[in-house]
């Protein structure tokens, strides 16, 4: 069954601390040629029946993201594409 | 029900985001209801993220800018005493209370910072050193009525002196009941 996956990120005006601190622990790895990290979630629905676009968006909206600090997208994505599915 | 304070803590685990989940509990609809009817409503901490994630308080809470759990004694000035729950201090009356979060950081864009400045409705303000990081020193707000008012630090640890820094955080709560005991029946 083909899943939703709603990407949620933080707005780009936003201070991402945690990403920032993730890059400033890079060159401890010996990486040096990134610029910035932001981190952001991803969550994967699955709905009983087929999958639906719109109401996900309105999960995303009313619950998923808070649309005063976060920007989210949605799109489709095959069982096998999900985390879940990787070994 | 008189009034109600959304205490801190850490509700559904703090989940998703800080109060994301906790705005939908059962009693949340009660709350808000009674809240836009003038009902007053003071949230600490958890408390101020849930007001902010159920839309009775503009902007949102996030984490410290420098990562860090803070815990310290803290000196706030109150900005606004025209709310519910701050009508028993005087302007720019300094007070310490402890702060204690990790998602204390409120944000929210310049506009709505501009608005809450023009309509006096930031309530405190961190004095002596910035905690989380929030913008423009915000401790605390208050909606367009007065009625519902947002706190990151704790006035509920300021009541006696064994166990609170000072007895300054009382005046919250003085202020509610004279808030109620004023207030028209």
């Given at each position: 069954m083909p899943r939703v996956v709603v990407d949620v990120m933080l707005k780009?005006?936003?201070?991402?601390?945690?990403?920032?601190?993730v890059a400033n622990a890079l060159p401890r790895l010996g990486v040096s040629d990134v610029a910035s990290v932001r981190i952001g979630r991803r969550i994967e629905i699955e709905f009983t029946g087929e999958p639906d676009l719109d109401r996900a968006r309105e999960i995303a909206d009313k619950l998923l993201a808070n649309p005063v600090i976060e920007d989210f997208t949605v799109h489709l994505v095959d069982a096998d594409e999900t985390?879940?599915?990787h070994s | 029900m008189?009034?109600?304070?959304?205490p801190g803590g850490f509700s559904y685990g703090d989940y998703l985001?800080?109060?994301?989940?906790?705005?939908?509990?059962?009693?949340?609809?009660?709350v808000v209801e009674a809240a836009r009817g003038g009902m007053p409503v003071l949230g600490i901490c958890n408390g101020f993220q849930i007001l902010c994630e159920a839309h009775l308080l503009p902007g949102a809470l996030t984490r410290n800018q420098h990562l860090h759990f803070r815990n310290r004694d803290q000196v706030l000035r109150i900005e606004t005493t025209g709310t519910a729950w701050?009508?028993?201090f005087q302007s720019g009356q300094e007070v310490l209370v402890p702060v204690k979060n990790g998602e204390g950081c409120y944000v929210a864009d310049a506009a709505t910072?501009?608005?809450?400045?023009a309509e006096g409705r930031v309530v405190a303000r961190y004095v002596g050193g910035n905690p989380n990081g929030s913008q423009r020193d915000i401790a605390a707000i208050t909606n367009?009525?007065?009625n519902v008012v947002g706190i990151m630090p704790h006035p509920?640890?300021?009541v006696e002196a064994l166990t609170g820094p000072s007895l300054d955080g009382l005046g919250f709560f003085t202020s509610v009941l004279k808030h109620l005991v004023g207030a028209p029946a």
């Open positions: 780009p005006e936003i201070l991402d601390p945690q990403g920032q601190a985390a879940g599915a | 008189d009034a109600v304070v959304l985001r800080c109060g994301a989940i906790a705005r939908f509990a059962p009693v949340m609809e009660t701050t009508n028993t910072l501009d608005r809450l400045e367009e009525a007065g509920e640890h300021a």
